[in-house]
């Protein structure tokens, strides 16, 4: 029997965008902006295997089916979406799977000369593609990684633009929570990594707290975690709305089949104008699931 990977996780992760999707055309079509869907962990949509690094770092808790998908990803759903965007931009890393997207792009003859498909690294790319005028230009931008690949650096470009409607998924149970050990001590590349994510080491300070242990001989200064899921989720919540013009206060938690916590789906909308609306149908998306 075919798998999917993650369970019901990952089907309300990809109906929430496709959702988003659906409405964001309807309002783009009638404004003067040329607007495009970006996916940036693109995938082919069809079997996804993680490579071991990935699965035993960041998924021990995972079931063994729990790592292989068979289903519709991200490219195909959006392709799908009526009225179409002006220009898909789909990034893959492993080339491999660059050549199965080409294919299946090839399959959606009304839209696949709209598509460009990139095998570069996301962060770099993103980081280019932000630096152009989008002033004339609309997106919205999905980062669905297996981990911990989104660069706080990169995020930063995204909000910049004031342009992009950025749907996040944030390896809140499969990344964050398990590196941060009970005693702080944390190797220091990992420590790098939350560094990367969170665009600062002040996370440290968020999620640990100095207690005196006084015994016999005196006292000692020791380190305590003092964070738990909903704590995470409101620092990483907290970071995004200092450079997003609004933020959905309120993201997916996803779980997995023995409820325990793997991704946080996140919202972010960076222009001015027109985020109170992005974000209002967000909340109601996210609300539903
Ligand atoms: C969770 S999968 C994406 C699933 C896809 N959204 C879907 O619905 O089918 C993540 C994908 O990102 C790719 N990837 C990993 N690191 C990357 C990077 N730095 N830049 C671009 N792609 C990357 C992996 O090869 C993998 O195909």
């Known amino acids: 029997m075919k798998q999917k990977f993650g369970g019901d996780w990952t089907e309300k992760k990809l109906a929430c965008v496709r959702k988003y999707l659906e409405a964001y055309v309807k309002i783009m079509v009638k404004q003067k902006f040329r607007f495009a869907y970006i996916d940036a962990f693109a995938g082919t949509g069809y079997r996804e295997i993680l490579d071991e690094e990935t699965k035993q770092m960041m998924f021990p808790?995972?079931?063994?089916?729990?790592?292989?998908?068979?289903?519709?990803?991200?490219?195909?759903?959006?392709?799908?979406?009526?009225?179409?965007?002006d220009k898909y931009i789909f990034i893959e890393k492993d080339k491999n799977k660059c050549d199965e997207l080409k294919n299946i792009v090839n399959e959606y003859m009304d839209v696949k000369d709209r598509v460009d498909v990139k095998n570069v690294d996301a962060n770099e790319y993103l980081s280019d593609l932000c630096r152009y005028d989008w002033s004339k230009h609309r997106a919205v931008l999905f980062l669905d990684p297996f981990g911990m690949q989104v660069k706080w650096s990169t995020i930063e470009c995204i909000a910049r633009t004031q342009a992009i409607d950025m749907w996040l998924l944030f390896p809140l149970g499969i990344g964050v929570s398990r590196l941060l050990k009970n005693d702080g001590q944390i190797k220091s590349a990992m420590k790098n990594k939350l560094d990367d994510l969170f665009g600062t080491k002040e996370w440290f300070n968020e999620f640990y707290k100095i207690t005196i242990d006084d015994h016999l001989f005196g006292s000692e200064e020791k380190l305590e975690k003092d964070v738990d899921f909903d704590k995470i989720t409101e620092y990483f919540i907290r970071r995004l709305k200092t450079i997003f013009s609004k933020v959905a206060e309120k993201p997916a938690k996803l779980v997995n089949s023995k409820n325990n916590p793997l991704f946080l789906l996140c919202f972010a909308a960076g222009n001015p104008k027109g985020s109170k609306t992005a974000v209002k149908i967000a909340d109601y998306i996210l609300s539903g699931i």
């Open 61 to 85: 808790e995972l079931d063994e089916h729990e790592t292989e998908s068979f289903l519709k990803g991200s490219i195909q759903r959006a392709l799908e979406v009526k009225p179409h965007f």
